[in-house]
């Protein structure tokens, strides 16, 4: 007999939803079925993983016009921070299935803290056991990266306000985290940061999916450095090093802008933010600027690259924490080389080096040494690869991940 799972989470795809619209493609095979809750959100980059669930969608806002999204979006947080708006409302959609279904527990999936006192109010009413997972945490980012809107009044204003919602957020989610049956989450850094407020915190990495991502040896025009998504900032994503590898190369001639190119596939103000370093450090001649593209598209132009980049920080008391994030896995299930910089030091580059995926780097010379290698192979075959182990990279695959959130619910 077919089992059910009622998953309550912020975001699912079409919008950026990986780890829960993957988890979903790959539940039924396992024998479940799913039931997603969600606030809707007006992207579509994951839109070839919609539709293949029963998902409800839960409109906050209307608002058309960019002063009056923002004002709609202040009222909204408003209205949640005074009265639980979101919650409540979400709580109502959930109950009407609650009460029309049979489930055998809740999973909640959230990067900051809404849904989760969702899932935890009906799992008490409904005796239903609750996972909680947490993708991602606050204490994870450098500064308020966490927060999608700026308030952009004073300074100091600013300050109070953002430690004024720090703090509400990291209240109300240990709050529900001590109540949580399991807790999963994606690194062994966010494991321990998380076990402090429940014992029993489960590690179920992000990862690729095994049907999309797969080694491609596709001959190029040029020499392809590719990095795909955000930079949300340059302290927790740095590529300074890959800038001034690439002008120490330029300058000894061994590369030039006609045949090695930086392709960026990302947003505006991530545009804005690496084209300024580029300018600065004189190496801009060498980017070239995309839009984001369908998610579908991302394994095509990964095996077209000849380098792949991975951008981070070093993982300290001011660096990023635990980052280990879908764009790394999928780079790395594609077998091309894998450049780090600047390396975190921690459980990223450590990857990198179990899997033999590429560099995490320190220092610039280890840049142009790994860059002025696949140079010359990708000269001498028109693609470039890497000896990454590929058994130790399947322990990263969706498929996999679905297994391991299956045996969860099967200890309900």
Same mark, same amino acid.
Not at 66 to 76: D, G, M, P, S, Y
Not at 209 to 217: K, M, S, T
């Given at each position: 007999?077919?089992?059910?799972?009622?998953?309550?989470?912020?975001?699912?795809?079409?919008?950026?939803?990986?780890?829960?619209?993957?988890?979903?493609?790959?539940?039924?095979?396992?024998?479940?079925?799913?039931?997603?809750?969600?606030?809707?959100?007006?992207? %579509?980059?994951?839109?070839?993983?919609?539709?293949?669930?029963?998902?409800?969608?839960?409109?906050?806002?209307?608002?058309?016009?960019?002063?009056?999204?923002?004002?709609?979006?202040?009222?909204?947080?408003?209205?949640?921070?005074?009265?639980?708006?979101?919650?409540?409302?979400?709580?109502?959609?959930?109950?009407?299935?609650?009460?029309?279904?049979?489930?055998?527990?809740?999973?909640?999936?959230?990067?900051?803290?809404?849904?989760?006192?969702?899932?935890?109010?009906?799992?008490?009413?409904?005796?239903?056991?609750?996972?909680?997972?947490?993708?991602?945490?606050?204490?994870?980012?450098?500064?308020?990266?966490?927060?999608?809107?700026?308030?952009?009044?004073?300074?100091?204003?600013?300050?109070?306000?953002?430690?004024?919602?720090?703090?509400?957020?990291?209240?109300?989610?240990?709050?529900?985290?001590?109540?949580?049956?399991?807790?999963?989450?994606?690194?062994?850094?966010?494991?321990?940061?998380?076990?402090?407020? %429940?014992?029993?915190?489960?590690?179920?990495? %992000?990862?690729?999916?095994?049907e999309l991502f797969?080694?491609?040896?596709?001959?190029?025009?040029?020499?392809?450095?590719?990095?795909?998504?955000?930079?949300?900032?340059?302290?927790?994503q740095n590529p300074?090093?890959?800038?001034?590898?690439?002008?120490?190369?330029?300058?000894?001639?061994?590369?030039?802008?006609?045949?090695?190119?930086?392709?960026?596939?990302?947003?505006?103000?991530?545009?804005?933010?690496?084209?300024?370093?580029?300018?600065?450090?004189?190496?801009?001649?060498?980017?070239?600027?995309?839009?984001?593209?369908?998610?579908?598209?991302?394994?095509?132009?990964?095996?077209?690259?000849?380098?792949?980049?991975?951008?981070?920080?070093?993982?300290?008391?001011?660096?990023?924490?635990?980052?280990?994030?879908?764009?790394?896995?999928?780079?790395?299930?594609?077998?091309?080389?894998?450049?780090?910089?600047?390396?975190?030091?921690?459980?990223?580059?450590?990857?990198?080096?179990?899997?033999?995926?590429?560099?995490?780097?320190? %220092?610039?010379?280890?840049?142009?040494?790994?860059?002025?290698?696949?140079?010359?192979?990708?000269?001498?075959?028109?693609?470039?690869?890497?000896?990454?182990?590929?058994?130790k990279i399947q322990?990263?695959?969706?498929?996999?991940?679905?297994?391991?959130?299956?045996?969860?619910?099967?200890?309900?």
């Amino acid at each position: 007999m077919r089992k059910k799972i009622l998953i309550i989470c912020d975001m699912f795809p079409p919008a950026f939803a990986p780890r829960m619209g993957y988890l979903c493609k790959y539940l039924s095979s396992l024998g479940w079925d799913a039931t997603v809750v969600t606030e809707y959100i007006p992207d %579509n980059t994951f839109a070839f993983l919609a539709g293949n669930v029963d998902t409800t969608y839960i409109h906050y806002y209307k608002a058309s016009g960019k002063i009056t999204k923002r004002l709609e979006w202040f009222w909204v947080m408003l209205l949640d921070v005074l009265f639980h708006y979101k919650d409540r409302k979400m709580i109502k959609a959930c109950t009407r299935l609650i009460e029309t279904n049979k489930y055998s527990g809740i999973l909640c999936s959230t990067y900051r803290t809404f849904p989760l006192p969702v899932a935890q109010k009906l799992s008490q009413k409904y005796g239903l056991p609750f996972i909680a997972d947490m993708r991602d945490i606050i204490e994870q980012y450098t500064s308020d990266e966490y927060i999608s809107h700026k308030f952009h009044t004073f300074p100091l204003l600013d300050k109070w306000i953002t430690n004024a919602i720090r703090h509400k957020l990291l209240k109300d989610r240990n709050k529900v985290l001590k109540t949580a049956d399991i807790i999963t989450t994606v690194s062994p850094w966010h494991v321990k940061m998380l076990e402090a407020y %429940n014992q029993n915190v489960r590690l179920i990495y %992000n990862g690729f999916d095994p049907e999309l991502f797969y080694p491609q040896n596709i001959p190029s025009d040029r020499f392809y450095i590719t990095y795909t998504g955000r930079v949300v900032s340059l302290t927790l994503q740095n590529p300074q090093l890959l800038f001034e590898a690439i002008s120490e190369l330029s300058e000894k001639q061994i590369i030039t802008p006609e045949t090695v190119r930086v392709q960026w596939f990302t947003n505006p103000a991530s545009r804005e933010l690496v084209k300024q370093l580029a300018q600065e450090l004189k190496v801009d001649d060498y980017m070239d600027f995309h839009d984001y593209v369908p998610a579908s598209e991302i394994p095509r132009i990964l095996n077209r690259s000849s380098v792949v980049l991975s951008l981070t920080n070093k993982s300290d008391t001011k660096g990023p924490k635990g980052i280990l994030g879908t764009k790394f896995f999928e780079s790395l299930a594609v077998g091309k080389p894998i450049l780090s910089v600047r390396s975190d030091e921690s459980y990223l580059a450590e990857t990198i080096e179990e899997t033999h995926a590429g560099l995490a780097a320190t %220092n610039v010379d280890d840049v142009c040494r790994f860059l002025e290698y696949h140079y010359k192979e990708w000269l001498e075959k028109g693609y470039t690869s890497s000896t990454t182990d590929r058994d130790k990279i399947q322990y990263f695959s969706r498929k996999e991940q679905a297994k391991q959130f299956v045996r969860l619910f099967e200890e309900f």
